[in-house]
């Protein structure tokens, strides 16, 4: 079975411009999560969708970050315009249907943004 | 959700028993505490969980404290692969109080030859 597929593994642009991150969950996961670690800091929960509706999105740090679930299959994560303390690691995560119990949560390998 | 406190680091003998500990002293009775881990340029993996009994799986035990104040992780035999920052995360098992995971700062595993 695939795990959770993150596009690109590492990208590096200049201040201003856009970045999209696209994530694959696992086959059947309801449940997408976008975390990320900024340099020297805790891995920081940004917005958590169940199907293609945003659960939580609470960790979303300003408007320039836009997540989308079209169709409840794969997600973006858009950043527009990016600044400089934007750049850290981009986690997606991805966990089956509740159905009343938490489950553990399956990580991609991350995303590494860079912003020049 | 309750926050956690663990050692920044600590060292371990390859093939011996790593024991890494956890305090939760504000954990409520709704919350879970779950490990996970992370390896050097990969993404978080969940270890284990559990409530008030102790766990084990084929990756490691969990014991927690009959007041569930704290609890410790042990992997019974290290290898130089289970370097990686391990995490305690503690979580309400409530739909309604989210599923978002909180990271502290972990406890950096090195496991030595």
């Known amino acids: 079975e695939a795990g959770v597929t993150q596009f690109p593994s590492h990208s590096v642009i200049e201040k201003g411009q856009t970045v999209t991150l696209r994530c694959d969950p696992i086959?059947?996961?309801?449940?997408l999560y976008w975390y990320r670690r900024v340099m020297g800091k805790e891995i920081k929960f940004l917005l958590h969708f169940v199907k293609e509706s945003k659960q939580d999105e609470s960790g979303m740090p300003n408007n320039r970050f836009l997540a989308e679930r079209t169709g409840g299959t794969y997600s973006t994560l858009k950043v527009q315009p990016a600044e400089l303390e934007d750049s850290g690691v981009y986690f997606c995560a991805s966990s089956p249907p509740l159905a009343g119990v938490i489950n553990e949560q399956f990580f991609g390998p991350g995303t590494r943004l860079t912003v020049l | 959700d309750a926050k956690t406190t663990q050692p920044p680091s600590m060292d371990c003998a390859e093939g011996r028993a790593a024991n890494l500990p956890c305090n939760h002293s504000t954990i409520s009775g709704n919350e879970y505490v779950y490990w996970y881990r992370q390896i050097h340029s990969q993404g978080p993996q969940y270890i284990i969980h559990g409530l008030k009994n102790n766990e084990t799986n084929e990756m490691a035990s969990l014991i927690i404290t009959e007041d569930r104040k704290s609890s410790t992780l042990i992997l019974p035999h290290a290898t130089l692969r289970d370097t990686a920052v391990y995490y305690c995360?503690?979580?309400?098992?409530?739909?309604?109080?989210?599923?978002?995971?909180?990271f502290g700062t972990g406890t950096q595993l090195k496991v030595e030859l």
């Open positions: 086959s059947g996961h309801d449940n």
């Open positions: 995360i503690v979580r309400p098992w409530s739909t309604g109080g989210g599923n978002k995971l909180t």
